[in-house]
């Protein structure tokens, strides 16, 4: 991993080999940096103060081996990323204004990507996690995950179970407490189906009544022109003398007759004029016909007009036009004929709750069966650990507990309270030594106690986590003596089957290690690339002395250093 302008950090490589690396260093030597470092290469949370000052960015950069066919690696192809040799790189960079950007692969990639892969790839144990444990939740959750199938199973199950009966749930509260809201509702609804059937319009009939309306309103202009225009082309009887259209064709008609054999082109005008009299005789009929039945009665235009006025009434409330008041109609008898049903969904829900309420308890009693099953291996596991640690007389405990719920669901004959995860209340007890009660761990423990159940729950869980790599941050602290023999033993152990990062300021711890890396400031407070470095033979005496007895130079210290780094190596 290479870092540049993080925090103290100038320009540094990180070389985490197989097995345990150790990091240590002054306190504020910048340790915490190689944890942040690591961080934002998972898709931590970027933060434009971990830039360094006068540095316009700061990038982290990683090189990561992976299994032929993880996972992790498939889903990193699928987003367009290249492997260099089974190896992924992946970079982080943020700038100074705090804007973030991440690439795998050589492929500019969101950063929720380096999370997803984060979980594949890497554990995070550290105090901030120990902070979490207390909180009874993250307890919850990691018994679950501790359990492995043995819960995730059963977990699902319920998960499913319940997602259906709060869906139901809220239908059902949907449906009671807004009862007055759809009684209104369908009062209105019944009020408007009602007045439109009252008037039972037709579709269509405003636009044939608007031109009923027009015409009768100017029926006795209508009837003049349709009179003048029949006098114009066949005649006025009153005035015989007169000239009209129909004549004047019918003598151009027969002018043309009398010569049409004498040149065919004449004789073809002679017969569209014969058609032009054909078509004046069949308009000047219709005029006439038109003229006859013309209705000019005041009676049926204001019937008419009635008639429109009540469809007006129907348009200003339910729709633009018929058409969309015939479709209201349409939607609200609907819409009325489910708020009518109500009822009787009312008592189908009800009864479709309970049944699922019921299912519900008995997939609940399993899981609680489940987490009793896998709280007792994994108490008896933490507590083992704890034996390695010092506190041979300690014993962890499980505590898990339901509520009384009178609308909750039925277990072993109680009615008890439930949610999303169950119906349990799981809580990590401690009795630190025999005739001591147990008691919750926050407050059944001493400082030094705690640290130590928390990782022993921590490696306990890293034993369990199918990840090929774990960093623990400083989860030692407040430990010292041979607890701290212990805590790098276990370390150790565990990097047998997979790489360990330990961020530690505990020599016991690091001699453990297989490779111990010092970070370390330059006269100017910078870590630059040289500040890094692989320790070995003389130089890993002389920080293990550093960190026995503050001197670096100290013959006791540095026997007592020998000795810690000869009994590491007869144990692996």
């Known amino acids: 991993m290479r870092i540049r302008s993080l925090g103290v950090i100038d320009d540094a490589v990180v070389e985490l080999s197989p097995g345990f690396t150790a990091v240590t260093g002054e306190t504020g030597a910048g340790k915490t940096m190689v944890v942040t470092s690591l961080g934002l290469l998972l898709g931590g949370r970027a933060d434009a103060a971990l830039v360094r000052i006068g540095a316009e960015k700061a990038v982290v950069e990683g090189r990561i081996t992976l299994a032929r066919g993880a996972s992790a ?3 990193a192809e699928e987003a367009g990323a ?41 554990a995070v144990h550290g105090q901030t996690d120990q902070q979490g444990l207390l909180k009874l939740s993250r307890q919850r959750q990691a018994l679950d995950r501790y359990a492995g199938d043995a819960v995730a199973v059963p977990l699902a199950k319920y998960a499913e179970a319940y997602r259906r009966v709060r869906a139901v749930a809220v239908e059902l509260a949907e449906i009671t407490t807004r009862a007055r809201e759809r009684a209104q509702e369908a009062d209105l609804l019944r009020y408007g189906l009602d007045e439109i059937a009252g008037v039972e319009p037709r579709a269509g009939e405003d636009v044939e009544l608007a031109e009923e309306a027009e015409r009768l309103g100017h029926a006795e202009a209508l009837a003049s022109a349709a009179t003048v225009a ?4 066949a005649g006025n009887p009153e005035d ?25 082109a ?74 009518d049903g109500d009822d009787s969904r009312i008592d189908e829900l009800t009864a479709e709750r309970d049944a699922l309420r019921g299912e519900l308890g008995g997939l609940a009693q399993a899981l609680s069966e489940a987490r009793q099953e896998a709280a007792e291996r994994f108490a008896a596991a933490v507590t083992a650990e704890l034996a390695s640690l010092a506190m041979p007389h300690a014993r962890v405990s ?22 999303p995860s169950g119906v349990d209340e799981v809580e990590l007890l401690l009795a630190p030594h025999p005739g001591a009660p147990a008691r919750p761990i926050a407050k059944g423990a ?48 565990l990097a047998r089957s997979a790489q360990v990062v330990v961020v530690t300021h505990l020599p016991q711890v ?19 690339r040289s500040g890094v470095k692989v320790l070995e033979g003389e130089d890993r005496i002389r920080e293990l002395s550093r960190m026995l007895a503050g001197q670096e130079d100290s013959q006791t210290a540095r026997a007592h250093a020998e000795e810690l780094l000869a009994a590491a190596r007869g144990e692996s």
């Not at 130590?452 to 790599?469: I, S």
């Open 82 to 122: 290249e492997l260099d040799d089974g190896a992924l790189l992946i970079s982080r960079t943020v700038s100074a204004e705090g804007r973030s950007r991440a690439h795998v692969g050589g492929r500019s990639v969101p950063v929720g990507m380096l999370a997803e892969l984060a979980d594949e790839l890497v």
């Open 240 to 264: 015989p003398e007169g000239v009209d259209a129909s004549t004047l064709v019918a003598g151009a008609h027969r002018a043309l007759e009398a010569v049409r054999s004498h040149d065919p």
């Open 446 to 493: 001493s400082g030094g106690e705690l640290s130590r159940v928390m990782l022993a729950v921590e490696v306990v869980f890293a034993g369990t986590d199918p990840v090929p790599t774990y960093l623990f941050d400083e989860v030692d602290a407040g430990v010292g003596g041979k607890a701290a023999v212990e805590i790098g033993r276990r370390l150790a152990r």
């Open 398 to 419: 499980f505590a898990l507990r339901q509520t009384e719920d009178a609308e909750g669901v039925e277990i072993g004959g109680r009615t008890v309270a439930y949610g």
């Open 266 to 339: 004449l004789a073809a005008l002679a017969g569209r004029i014969g058609e032009i009299g054909i078509l004046l005789g069949d308009v000047a009929g219709e005029l006439a016909g038109y003229a006859d039945d013309l209705d000019a009665d005041p009676l049926r235009l204001a019937a008419v007009e009635e008639r429109r006025a009540a469809l007006t009434g129907l348009t200003r409330k339910y729709g633009n036009d018929i058409a969309a008041v015939l479709d209201w109609a349409e939607q609200g008898a609907a819409r009325l004929t489910e708020l």
């Open 230 to 233: 029949h006098a114009a082309l």
């Open 73 to 75: 690696a498939v889903r």
């Open 510 to 528: 690091a001699a453990f290690a297989d490779r111990q890396l010092l970070v370390e400031k330059t006269n100017d407070g910078s870590v630059t």
